[in-house]
T-cell receptor, first 114, second 113 residues
Framework: DSGVTQTPKHLITATGQRVTLRCSPR?????VYWYQQSLDQGLQFLIQ???????AKGNILERFSAQQFPDLHSELNLSSLELGDSALYFC?????????????FGPGTRLTVL | GENVEQHPSTLSVQEGDSAVIKCTYS??????FPWYKQELGKGPQLIID?????GEKKDQRIAVTLNKTAKHFSLHITETQPEDSAVYFC????????????FGRGTSLIVHP
C-alpha cells in the first residue's frame, strides 16, 4: 500500500458526460501528479500540482482540468467525455518538487466511456 | 522533449532464469532513471533507480546498468520468481524545469514456474 488513495476505483459513464476523479496524497506529500494509462499510449503525464499551485502540464486535453485543494487532495475533472478517454487514471504524490523524489502511485481509477 | 524506447514489450522466462529489459533515451541531458514495477490491478511502484554519476546499481536480485555514451540503460533480474511477473516501466528525467519523468511503454514479464 503506497499511502495514496484514489476514488472511485471504477467509473462507467456515457459519451458527453463529465466525471471527477479524486486523489488523496500520502501524508506530508505536497506534490501531486496525474497520469493516464491506456493500452496504446502507455503511461502519459497529464498535470502536476505542488502545494496548491499548478507546477507542470503534460499532454492534458483542454476538456480536462485539475486542482489541488488546501488539504492537498486533488481532483481531476474530465468533461465532454469521448470513447477514447477510456483508460486507467493514476495519481501519484511525492514529498517535494524535486528531481530525485520518488513518486508514490495510487491504485488508479478505471474509467470506461460507453 | 525526451523520448524513451523500451524493449521487449513481452518477456517470458522460466523460474530461476535471468531477465533483461532494455531502454534507450534521446536527450543526453537526462540524468535520473527510475524503474517501476506494476502488478495487476495496482499502480506502478519504484523498485530501483540510478543517477547518471554511476554506471551500475544493485539491490539483491535486481540491478540496473547505465551507459551514458550510448544513452541506454537496462534492468537485470536474476533468479526470477513467479512473483516477479508484472509490467516493468523504465523512465528518464531531465534536470531543471518540471522534473517529470518520461516513461517507456512497458515490458510484460511472465515468469513460468
Amino acid at each position: 500500500d503506497s499511502g495514496v488513495t484514489q476514488t472511485p476505483k471504477h467509473l462507467i459513464t456515457a459519451t458527453g458526460q463529465r466525471v471527477t476523479l479524486r486523489c488523496s496524497p500520502r501524508s506530508g506529500d505536497l506534490s501531486v501528479y496525474w497520469y493516464q494509462q491506456s493500452l496504446d499510449q502507455g503511461l502519459q503525464f497529464l498535470i502536476q500540482y505542488y502545494n496548491g499551485e499548478e507546477r507542470a502540464k503534460g499532454n492534458i486535453l483542454e476538456r480536462f482540468s485539475a486542482q489541488q485543494f488546501p488539504d492537498l487532495h486533488s481532483e481531476l475533472n474530465l468533461s465532454s467525455l469521448e470513447l477514447g478517454d477510456s483508460a486507467l487514471y493514476f495519481c501519484a504524490s511525492s514529498v517535494l518538487d524535486d528531481h530525485y523524489n520518488e513518486q508514490f502511485f495510487g491504485p488508479g481509477t478505471r474509467l470506461t466511456v460507453l | 522533449g525526451e523520448n524513451v524506447e523500451q524493449h521487449p514489450s513481452t518477456l517470458s522466462v522460466q523460474e530461476g532464469d535471468s531477465a533483461v529489459i532494455k531502454c534507450t533515451y534521446s536527450d543526453s541531458a537526462s540524468n535520473y532513471f527510475p524503474w517501476y514495477k506494476q502488478e495487476l490491478g495496482k499502480g506502478p511502484q519504484l523498485i530501483i533507480d540510478i543517477r547518471s554519476n554511476v554506471g551500475e546499481k544493485k539491490d539483491q536480485r535486481i540491478a540496473v546498468t547505465l551507459n551514458k555514451t550510448a544513452k541506454h540503460f537496462s534492468l537485470h533480474i536474476t533468479e526470477t520468481q513467479p512473483e516477479d511477473s508484472a509490467v516493468y516501466f523504465c523512465a528518464a528525467s531531465i534536470p531543471g524545469g518540471s522534473y517529470i519523468p518520461t516513461f517507456g511503454r512497458g515490458t510484460s514479464l511472465i515468469v513460468h514456474p
